[in-house]
Protein backbone atom coordinates (compact mmCIF):
# COMPACT_ATOMS: atom_id res chain seq x y z
CA UNK A 1 0.00 0.00 0.00
CA UNK A 2 1.46 3.08 -1.02
CA UNK A 3 1.07 6.54 0.93
CA UNK A 4 2.55 8.45 3.99
CA UNK A 5 3.90 7.02 6.68
CA UNK A 6 2.09 7.67 10.13
CA UNK A 7 4.11 7.51 12.88
CA UNK A 8 2.03 6.41 16.31
CA UNK A 9 4.74 6.56 18.65
CA UNK A 10 8.04 5.00 19.85
CA UNK A 11 9.50 1.91 22.03
CA UNK A 12 11.43 -0.98 22.59
CA UNK A 13 11.52 -3.81 20.71
CA UNK A 14 8.61 -6.15 21.82
CA UNK A 15 8.07 -9.97 21.75
CA UNK A 16 3.91 -10.10 22.67
CA UNK A 17 1.84 -9.79 19.27
CA UNK A 18 -0.97 -6.82 18.97
CA UNK A 19 -4.50 -7.66 19.72
CA UNK A 20 -6.00 -9.25 16.21
CA UNK A 21 -8.45 -6.76 14.40
CA UNK A 22 -6.29 -3.46 15.65
CA UNK A 23 -7.48 -0.88 12.80
CA UNK A 24 -5.64 2.54 12.53
CA UNK A 25 -5.86 5.89 11.24
CA UNK A 26 -7.49 5.99 7.73
CA UNK A 27 -8.07 2.10 8.25
CA UNK A 28 -5.03 0.23 8.21
CA UNK A 29 -3.48 -1.53 11.03
CA UNK A 30 -0.06 -0.48 12.50
CA UNK A 31 3.07 -1.95 11.92
CA UNK A 32 6.43 -1.99 13.25
CA UNK A 33 9.42 -0.74 11.82
CA UNK A 34 12.47 -1.76 13.86
CA UNK A 35 15.85 0.52 13.25
CA UNK A 36 18.69 -0.39 15.93
CA UNK A 37 17.43 -0.99 19.23
CA UNK A 38 13.77 1.33 18.81
CA UNK A 39 10.82 0.27 16.64
CA UNK A 40 8.54 2.80 15.41
CA UNK A 41 4.66 2.25 15.04
CA UNK A 42 3.18 2.99 11.82
CA UNK A 43 0.36 2.73 9.54
CA UNK A 44 -0.08 4.33 5.91
CA UNK A 45 -1.72 7.15 5.23
CA UNK A 46 -3.28 8.82 1.75
CA UNK A 47 -1.45 11.85 1.06
CA UNK A 48 -4.75 13.50 -0.12
CA UNK A 49 -6.04 13.32 3.34
CA UNK A 50 -2.11 13.98 5.39
CA UNK A 51 -0.40 15.91 2.85
CA UNK A 52 0.42 19.37 4.33
CA UNK A 53 -1.92 21.69 2.77
CA UNK A 54 -5.01 18.91 3.11
CA UNK A 55 -3.93 18.19 6.96
CA UNK A 56 -3.59 21.64 7.94
CA UNK A 57 -7.54 21.99 6.29
CA UNK A 58 -8.54 18.90 8.08
CA UNK A 59 -7.17 20.09 11.58
CA UNK A 60 -10.27 22.07 11.10
CA UNK A 61 -12.77 19.50 10.78
CA UNK A 62 -13.71 18.34 14.08
CA UNK A 63 -15.12 15.48 13.20
CA UNK A 64 -12.10 14.46 11.11
CA UNK A 65 -10.01 15.41 14.35
CA UNK A 66 -12.36 13.76 16.29
CA UNK A 67 -12.25 10.11 14.20
CA UNK A 68 -8.55 10.28 13.42
CA UNK A 69 -7.81 11.34 16.98
CA UNK A 70 -9.86 8.11 18.44
CA UNK A 71 -7.84 5.96 16.13
CA UNK A 72 -4.55 6.85 17.01
CA UNK A 73 -5.29 6.60 20.78
CA UNK A 74 -6.85 2.69 20.05
CA UNK A 75 -3.25 2.45 18.56
CA UNK A 76 -1.41 3.56 21.48
CA UNK A 77 -3.76 2.10 23.90
CA UNK A 78 -3.13 -1.63 22.16
CA UNK A 79 0.75 -0.75 22.63
CA UNK A 80 0.37 -0.05 26.53
CA UNK A 81 -1.05 -3.58 27.51
CA UNK A 82 1.94 -4.97 25.95
CA UNK A 83 5.00 -2.41 26.05
CA UNK A 84 6.18 0.35 26.91
CA UNK A 85 5.28 3.29 24.22
CA UNK A 86 6.38 6.99 23.87
CA UNK A 87 3.67 8.14 22.16
CA UNK A 88 4.41 11.11 19.26
CA UNK A 89 1.41 13.85 18.83
CA UNK A 90 -1.65 13.37 16.48
CA UNK A 91 -1.08 13.28 12.85
CA UNK A 92 2.96 13.13 12.59
CA UNK A 93 3.71 11.82 9.27
CA UNK A 94 6.57 11.17 7.07
CA UNK A 95 6.81 10.54 3.69
CA UNK A 96 8.08 7.12 3.68
CA UNK A 97 9.95 4.68 5.69
CA UNK A 98 13.35 5.99 5.14
CA UNK A 99 11.72 9.30 7.16
CA UNK A 100 11.36 7.80 9.64
CA UNK A 101 14.28 5.90 10.27
CA UNK A 102 16.17 8.96 9.64
CA UNK A 103 13.91 10.72 12.73
CA UNK A 104 14.61 7.34 15.05
CA UNK A 105 18.27 8.22 13.90
CA UNK A 106 18.58 11.62 14.70
CA UNK A 107 16.31 11.15 18.20
CA UNK A 108 17.98 7.63 19.13
CA UNK A 109 19.63 9.63 22.20
CA UNK A 110 16.64 11.21 23.33
CA UNK A 111 13.92 8.44 22.64
CA UNK A 112 16.44 6.20 24.50
CA UNK A 113 16.76 8.14 27.56
CA UNK A 114 12.76 9.09 27.66
CA UNK A 115 12.11 5.34 27.31
CA UNK A 116 14.14 4.60 30.36
CA UNK A 117 12.57 7.22 32.25
CA UNK A 118 9.02 5.79 31.34
CA UNK A 119 9.47 1.94 31.65
CA UNK A 120 7.37 -0.10 33.44
CA UNK A 121 5.02 3.08 33.97
CA UNK A 122 1.78 4.22 33.20
CA UNK A 123 -0.08 7.34 33.60
CA UNK A 124 -3.15 8.17 35.89
CA UNK A 125 -5.37 11.38 35.49
CA UNK A 126 -6.91 13.00 38.71
CA UNK A 127 -9.06 15.19 38.62
CA UNK A 128 -10.93 17.57 41.37
CA UNK A 129 -14.47 19.40 40.77
CA UNK A 130 -16.33 21.46 43.06
CA UNK A 131 -19.85 20.96 42.49
CA UNK A 132 -22.15 24.56 43.97
CA UNK A 133 -24.95 24.09 41.04
CA UNK A 134 -26.51 21.40 42.39
CA UNK A 135 -26.98 24.04 45.81
CA UNK A 136 -27.99 26.54 43.99
CA UNK A 137 -30.64 24.74 41.92
CA UNK A 138 -32.28 23.18 44.78
CA UNK A 139 -32.53 27.30 46.26
CA UNK A 140 -33.86 28.15 42.54
CA UNK A 141 -36.56 25.56 42.73
CA UNK A 142 -37.24 26.41 45.95
CA UNK A 143 -38.02 29.95 45.20
CA UNK A 144 -40.27 29.28 42.00
CA UNK A 145 -41.98 26.75 44.16
CA UNK A 146 -45.57 28.49 44.55
CA UNK A 147 -45.84 29.02 48.47
CA UNK A 148 -48.52 27.03 50.76
CA UNK A 149 -51.31 29.05 51.59
CA UNK A 150 -50.44 29.70 55.17
CA UNK A 151 -47.08 30.75 54.10
CA UNK A 152 -45.92 34.73 52.72
CA UNK A 153 -44.18 35.13 50.10
CA UNK A 154 -40.82 35.82 49.49
CA UNK A 155 -39.96 39.67 49.75
CA UNK A 156 -36.89 41.04 47.56
CA UNK A 157 -34.88 41.70 50.72
CA UNK A 158 -35.43 38.03 51.74
CA UNK A 159 -34.61 36.39 48.63
CA UNK A 160 -31.27 39.04 48.55
CA UNK A 161 -30.65 37.89 51.93
CA UNK A 162 -30.56 34.10 50.93
CA UNK A 163 -28.82 34.92 47.43
CA UNK A 164 -25.77 36.34 49.92
CA UNK A 165 -26.01 33.25 52.10
CA UNK A 166 -25.71 31.04 48.68
CA UNK A 167 -22.69 32.73 47.58
CA UNK A 168 -21.06 32.99 50.82
CA UNK A 169 -21.60 28.95 50.90
CA UNK A 170 -20.42 28.65 47.36
CA UNK A 171 -17.40 30.41 48.04
CA UNK A 172 -16.80 28.12 51.30
CA UNK A 173 -17.08 25.49 49.10
CA UNK A 174 -14.70 26.28 46.76
CA UNK A 175 -12.18 27.21 49.07
CA UNK A 176 -12.32 23.82 50.75
CA UNK A 177 -12.48 22.54 47.64
CA UNK A 178 -8.77 24.12 46.68
CA UNK A 179 -7.24 22.82 49.86
CA UNK A 180 -8.56 19.52 49.53
CA UNK A 181 -7.08 19.66 45.78
CA UNK A 182 -4.08 20.59 47.27
CA UNK A 183 -3.44 18.11 50.19
CA UNK A 184 -4.69 15.35 47.67
CA UNK A 185 -2.28 16.24 44.93
CA UNK A 186 0.71 16.31 47.43
CA UNK A 187 -0.16 13.18 49.05
CA UNK A 188 -0.88 11.22 45.34
CA UNK A 189 2.61 13.23 44.32
CA UNK A 190 4.35 11.28 47.21
CA UNK A 191 3.27 7.91 46.04
CA UNK A 192 4.29 8.82 41.99
CA UNK A 193 7.15 8.66 40.12
CA UNK A 194 6.65 12.11 38.36
CA UNK A 195 3.52 14.21 38.45
CA UNK A 196 2.33 16.75 36.26
CA UNK A 197 -0.61 19.87 36.74
CA UNK A 198 -2.24 21.10 34.00
CA UNK A 199 -4.07 23.89 33.64
CA UNK A 200 -7.84 23.49 34.79
CA UNK A 201 -10.51 22.36 32.32
CA UNK A 202 -12.85 24.66 30.63
CA UNK A 203 -16.08 23.28 31.44
CA UNK A 204 -17.62 24.70 27.92
CA UNK A 205 -14.99 22.54 26.59
CA UNK A 206 -15.00 19.33 28.55
CA UNK A 207 -18.62 18.52 29.50
CA UNK A 208 -17.55 18.03 32.67
CA UNK A 209 -20.30 19.67 35.21
CA UNK A 210 -18.65 21.76 38.22
CA UNK A 211 -15.65 23.84 38.52
CA UNK A 212 -12.57 22.22 37.81
CA UNK A 213 -9.96 23.00 40.39
CA UNK A 214 -6.95 20.10 40.23
CA UNK A 215 -6.15 18.56 36.89
CA UNK A 216 -3.24 16.47 37.55
CA UNK A 217 -1.33 13.60 35.95
CA UNK A 218 0.85 11.27 37.76
CA UNK A 219 3.51 8.76 36.34
CA UNK A 220 3.52 5.32 38.77
CA UNK A 221 4.87 2.23 38.03
CA UNK A 222 2.39 -0.57 36.85
CA UNK A 223 3.16 -2.80 40.25
CA UNK A 224 2.30 0.06 42.21
CA UNK A 225 -0.98 1.20 40.09
CA UNK A 226 -3.18 -0.87 42.23
CA UNK A 227 -2.08 0.86 45.39
CA UNK A 228 -2.60 4.47 43.95
CA UNK A 229 -5.67 3.66 42.59
CA UNK A 230 -7.02 2.81 46.04
CA UNK A 231 -5.48 5.66 47.27
CA UNK A 232 -7.91 8.15 45.39
CA UNK A 233 -10.78 5.72 45.81
CA UNK A 234 -10.74 6.42 49.80
CA UNK A 235 -10.82 9.83 48.93
CA UNK A 236 -13.74 10.22 46.73
CA UNK A 237 -16.28 10.69 49.83
CA UNK A 238 -14.39 12.82 51.84
CA UNK A 239 -15.91 16.25 51.31
CA UNK A 240 -19.24 17.00 50.11
CA UNK A 241 -20.31 18.80 47.01
CA UNK A 242 -16.16 18.10 45.59
CA UNK A 243 -15.97 15.22 43.49
CA UNK A 244 -13.24 13.36 42.43
CA UNK A 245 -12.26 11.46 38.89
CA UNK A 246 -9.73 9.00 37.99
CA UNK A 247 -8.93 7.95 34.54
CA UNK A 248 -5.65 5.46 33.07
CA UNK A 249 -3.71 3.71 32.74
CA UNK A 250 -2.65 5.47 30.06
CA UNK A 251 0.69 6.04 28.14
CA UNK A 252 2.60 8.83 29.31
CA UNK A 253 1.62 11.57 27.35
CA UNK A 254 1.90 14.22 29.79
CA UNK A 255 6.07 12.76 30.58
CA UNK A 256 6.78 12.15 26.50
CA UNK A 257 8.23 15.81 26.52
CA UNK A 258 8.32 17.32 23.30
CA UNK A 259 9.27 15.08 20.33
CA UNK A 260 9.84 16.78 16.94
CA UNK A 261 10.17 14.93 13.89
CA UNK A 262 8.20 15.25 10.47
CA UNK A 263 10.23 15.36 7.14
CA UNK A 264 10.35 18.49 5.38
CA UNK A 265 7.21 18.08 2.42
CA UNK A 266 5.57 15.35 4.26
CA UNK A 267 3.31 17.08 6.28
CA UNK A 268 2.75 18.57 9.78
CA UNK A 269 1.87 17.41 13.21
CA UNK A 270 -0.98 18.09 14.84
CA UNK A 271 1.02 19.37 17.76
CA UNK A 272 -1.61 21.37 19.60
CA UNK A 273 -3.74 18.24 20.42
CA UNK A 274 -2.04 16.74 23.66
Known sequence: MTGLRYVYAVCRPFDTPLQAQLGGVAGDPPRLLPHGDLVAVVSHVPEADFGEEALRAHLEDLDWLTATARAHQQVVDALTAVTTPLPLRLATVFRDDSGVRVMLEEREAAFRRTLDRLEGRVEWGVKVYVEPERTEQADSERS???????????????????????SRANEDLWSRAEEFATGLHRTLSGRADDARLHAPQNPRLSGAEGRNVLNAAYLVGRDASEEFVEMVDRTKDDAPGIRVELTGPWAAYSFAGEQEGTEEGAGKKAGEDS
Not at 144 to 166: F, I, K, M, N, T
Open 144 to 166: AAPAEPEQRPVSGRDYLRRRRRQ
